[in-house]
DNA sequence: ACTGCAACCGAACGATCGGTCGGTGCAAGG
DNA sequence: CCTTGCACCGACCGATCGTTCGGTTGCAGT
């Protein structure tokens, strides 16, 4: 199908940031992509070097295995995710402002880091980097819990819905976005599919019915 | 881990409904709920046959092979949900009263056929079979796309959002639920977590959101 | 008592799996 | 010019894959 050429071609000789050959991010991006596509058991090494357009024993010059390929794509899902955690809007407030921040972080970080974020969602625990993946997952979940739960005792969320179920609803939505959303349908003006478009609707749609009113 | 029993052990001898020995459908039941521990193509035949307790040639004996355990289950899941649309309350009446019919009714076939629409919902798209799957299932989606549509052209369903985002988000909160709702976790009376409660909950949620009020 | 068949089994098939090995070519540095 | 080392390769490894084959066992029907 597609035979990606390794980094952009640049005409610089010198060791500047660009390659002409892969570096572990650039084969990366290549792999991730097709775990994606094929599910990360059913794509084999033979799959990735197709992909990649470069041999099989080629793959193991970068990185050390399929394993590491799936512990970095993983990773990185998981920094840009915790990270938001970190921002100032999602510690200082009140607690139904932190969550609708973290709600609309939560989706952009989800758009812009999507086959990241799209292979963490699909890990289902066969190996102990992918019950690290699980464990890592379910911390993040439980922190943005804490602050559904925070929101209910301020008053500023239906408690008529439990809040742990709330939670997951909540996630159920965001998460949903990486079984639909394709970057490069995106990119016509006034397509309502820029992450803030569809961060400003998810939470439009899941607040409107989360708050009392 | 698990080494059950083919069916129910009955004494009765004359050839009724129950059987001592494996048929197409207790074996699939075995099947489908490895395929969703370990994800279907990390299932192996192996593994299967650790599971049902007989040895991996005797499976065949069965079933044609591993990919006909596939369609089988997710055939059933699709069926569970198909079934919905015929239904009179589906059919009959305002859109908005029929879409959220069906959003209620949805969430029970979900969690009542739990094993084999998760089946469903993890599909790829890596054989013909699961491409198969994956039509039928965005069929599925378009009708209640339809029916989004219609309760907004009548006016019952806010229009600052699109339809057919709002049909994925619906779907998104209904099939998350495959990722936490355990059946055995809901035995106790009172936890909230029966699949009358847990549709409830999900129709206030998210059509508190979606209604204009 | 004999037959037929459902239900099962162990052994083995070719194919493919993730990973290793011993190179080759070539650009950069001295 | 010569050396060094990065990026890459084809050939091959043992293990495991889904599937097939040739049985064996035990019960139902006659």
């Given at each position: 199908m597609d035979n990606s050429?390794?980094?952009?071609?640049?005409?610089?000789?010198?060791?500047?940031?660009?390659?002409?050959t892969y570096t572990p991010d650039s084969l990366l991006s290549v792999a991730v992509r097709v775990f994606n596509e094929r599910g990360y058991d059913g794509t084999s090494m033979e799959h990735l070097s197709q992909a990649a357009g470069i041999s099989k024993s080629s793959i193991y010059h970068h990185v050390r295995g399929k394993e590491e390929l799936l512990r970095r794509g993983i990773s990185r899902a998981l920094d840009g995710l915790f990270g938001i955690l970190d921002e100032p809007a999602a510690r200082e407030g009140r607690a139904v402002e932190r969550l609708e921040y973290v709600t609309r972080r939560t989706v952009e970080v989800l758009m812009t880091e999507l086959p990241y974020v799209t292979l963490l969602l699909r890990v289902?625990?066969?190996?102990d980097t992918e019950r690290w993946a699980m464990d890592r997952r379910r911390e993040f979940d439980q922190r943005v819990a804490g602050l559904v739960k925070e929101a209910t005792a301020e008053g500023?969320?239906?408690?008529?819905?439990d809040a742990r179920l709330a939670t997951r609803l909540l996630f159920g939505m965001i998460n949903s976005i990486a079984e639909w959303y394709r970057?490069?349908?995106?990119?016509?003006?006034?397509?309502?599919?820029?992450s803030a478009e569809v961060a400003e609707a998810v939470v439009r749609t899941a607040f409107a019915g989360l708050r009392t009113h």
């Open positions: 050429v390794p980094g952009t071609a640049s005409i610089g000789r010198m060791p500047t940031v660009k390659r002409d289902r625990g066969n190996t500023d969320l239906r408690s008529d819905v970057p490069e349908r995106a990119a016509g003006e006034g397509s309502g599919d820029t």
